[in-house]
Structures are given as structure tokens and as C-alpha cells.
């Protein structure tokens, strides 16, 4: 089944970049693209009226020009890209959370209309990120256009089977995209670290990295044999931070949705919202597809 990708538009300028971005990645997969807006009954919730007498919401026209608008533009800018546009009664996270048990990869902008100023992952997106049924990608504002960054694919590796499923998708991002891919490990700095100053401690955190990120490399080789790469350990004041920083010049950058030390229930791990949050790059949150 060719599965499409599937963006959330709602005319806003950081659903907006997300569409050309996911547009790229159709491209990329061969698949179609689908625009998807989600609408709520103009009154809203919460309105004391028997919901029975509120009927079913109406499509908005003004909406409907958007996305056909958008997807003309789109079509036009990427030859062969097959594009359609529809309007799903519902809330824009919901609705980008069912569209994703059919979807290969859904995209979503970072903040789109009613976003609060300063609040750097909106409602929907962080949603989506922590519910979908298959991989996400969020879109930072002011991220260039699609072909303008060639940097690798990061992720990050911790030996979690959370961290497993994200290397393995982005692996298979970086050989569509024809770029390496980084195996980032994120160690606490020697000033951080219960003996600081014991030689033999700080030996054998090093051989554990290493081990780590072969143990990495030989399952991401094992199934994308084509991906070129390459381990990068590094040391910082938080593993956010660490791999944040280590994104600075990436295409994309790509965390599970938990990793060691996650609490069980907790959808998205604290490391994983912080990097969505504050990364300067699209960042892929991988989810297994179910």
C-alpha cells in the first residue's frame, strides 16, 4: 500500500512550511501528498445547547480556497507530486492523529493559528508528536526551504529500543535524502559524573560509548546497508542539550518517543519534547506504524 504523506494545514505561515517540507518528503517516498484541515462546529464546545440541535459542523469555503490554493502551488513547484486537499470535521490534532494510522509520515508546523507567542510547540503539534501511529516530523519556524540544507540525518542513540526504532527510520530518511547519517550518544561531562576524577571511571564510561554506538552502527548497517555513517559521541550538560547542539547544521534530526529511564505512560519522553522544542532543524519523533 502506498501510503501518503500527510500535512496539517490551516493557512498559517508555519503550516505552510510545513506543507513544502512534507511535500519534499513525498517526493522522496513516491507518494502522494495529502492536505488535511481539521474544523471544529463554529460555536465551539462547551456551548449549553443539546449537541443534537448543533448538527454537523459545515466545511469552511474560506478554507477550502486555502488548501486548493496551497496544493496548486505546491503541485506546481514539485513535478509529479499527486496532491489532494480535504476538509475533516474535528479537531486538527485528533484529526491528524487518525489520518496517521493510514499515513506513512505525518508533518506538522511547530505552531499554527491561535499559537501563543513564545510557546514554541503548539497544542496540535505536541499532540501529534506524542500519539500518532507512525512517524512524525515538526516543523521549526524560519526552517529553509526544502534543498537549501544538505546536512546529514542525526539521531540519537542511547541503547533503548525507542532509540532502535528512531535510528532505523532515520536511516532509511538519510538514504532517501542521499545524506550521511550521525549516530549521536550523549554523555554526561566528566564534571558531572560521580568521579570526576577517577581515571579508571572515565575509562570505562568511554568504552561503554563505543560499545554503545557499534552495537548501533551494526543494526542500522544490518538494515540499510546504502546508509553511510558515522558515530559521533558527545559530551554536554544534558542529553537535550547535547543533541540540540549537535543538530545545529543537520537536515533533520530524529529522537524516540522514550528512552532510558522514561517513565512508563509517558508517550514522549522529556529529552524528546525538549529536542522538538528547541531544535533548529525539522526534528522526526519516530513511531513504529500501527
Known amino acids: 500500500m502506498n501510503r501518503p504523506v500527510v500535512v496539517g494545514v490551516d493557512g498559517s505561515p508555519a503550516s505552510l512550511a510545513a506543507a513544502e517540507q512534507a511535500a519534499h518528503a513525498a517526493v522522496l517516498r513516491a507518494a502522494p501528498l495529502h492536505l488535511v484541515h481539521g474544523y471544529l462546529h463554529p460555536l ?3 456551548v449549553p445547547l443539546n449537541p443534537y440541535d448543533l448538527g454537523v459542523p459545515a466545511p469552511s469555503q474560506e478554507a477550502q480556497q486555502m488548501l486548493e490554493r496551497t496544493a496548486a502551488e505546491l503541485a506546481d513547484r514539485w513535478s509529479g507530486l499527486t496532491v489532494q486537499a480535504r476538509q475533516v470535521a474535528g479537531g486538527a490534532g485528533a484529526t491528524l492523529v487518525e489520518e496517521s494510522r493510514r ?3 505525518v508533518v506538522v508546523g511547530s505552531r499554527g493559528l491561535g499559537g501563543f507567542t513564545g510557546l514554541l510547540l503548539g497544542s496540535v503539534g505536541a499532540q501529534v508528536a506524542a500519539h500518532a501511529h507512525c512517524p512524525v516530523l515538526v516543523v521549526p519556524p524560519q526552517t529553509p526551504p526544502p534543498g537549501e540544507v544538505d546536512g546529514p540525518v542525526l539521531v540519537g542513540v542511547d541503547g533503548s529500543p ?6 532505523d527510520q532515520a536511516a532509511a530518511e538519510a538514504v532517501r535524502r542521499g545524506v550521511p547519517l550521525v549516530l549521536v550518544h550523549v554523555g554526561p561531562t566528566p564534571q558531572e559524573r560521580d568521579g570526576a576524577d577517577d581515571e579508571q571511571a572515565e575509562a570505562s564510561y568511554r568504552a561503554s560509548a563505543v560499545r554503545l554506538l557499534a552495537e548501533a552502527s551494526a543494526a542500522v548497517r544490518a538494515g540499510h546497508p546504502d546508509v553511510v555513517l558515522r558515530e559521533h559521541p558527545v559530551r554536554a550538560a544534558g542529553v537535550a542539550q547535547g543533541l540540540i547542539e549537535a543538530g545545529a547544521t543537520a537536515s533533520v534530526l530524529a529522537v524516540g518517543t522514550r528512552g ?15 529536542v522538538v522544542q528547541h531544535a533548529h532543524c525539522p526534528v522526526l519523533v519516530a513511531h513504529p506504524h500501527r
Open 162 to 167: 525507542a532509540a532502535g526504532v528512531a535510528a
Open 260 to 274: 532510558r529511564g522514561g517513565f512508563t505512560g509517558l508517550l514522549l519522553g522529556s529529552v524528546s519534547q525538549a
Open 44 to 46: 465551539g464546545y462547551g
Open 103 to 105: 499515513a506513512d509520515l
